[in-house]
């Protein structure tokens, strides 16, 4: 495929086919990631890795994977101040 490098602001940009976005799953809008190869004579572009935080606050599914393998979870009795019942 080839396409021509188009003024935008005071960058270029690549105007990527419908058909190419479909086939990654990527939409108006979606995040990507672009490198640079190490030749540094191609440029890559793919779908961002999904964010691991909703709304500022961490997954419940991010925070148990990244839990040691051997974690082992304990009790700790803080013992009581004041007049607490339970």
Sequence with gaps: M???LQAWGNSQGVRLPKTLLT???L???AAVEV???VR???I???PARARTK???RH???DLVAAMPKRYKSAEFDWGTEGREVW
């Design 54 to 56: 909703i709304r500022g």
């Design 2 to 4: 080839t396409t021509t």
């Design 40 to 42: 540094k004579d191609a």
């Design 35 to 37: 490198e640079l190869t």
């Design 59 to 61: 997954r419940i599914e």
């Design 27 to 29: 939409e108006n809008g």
């Design 44 to 46: 890559i572009v793919k």
């Design 23 to 25: 086939a990654l799953g």
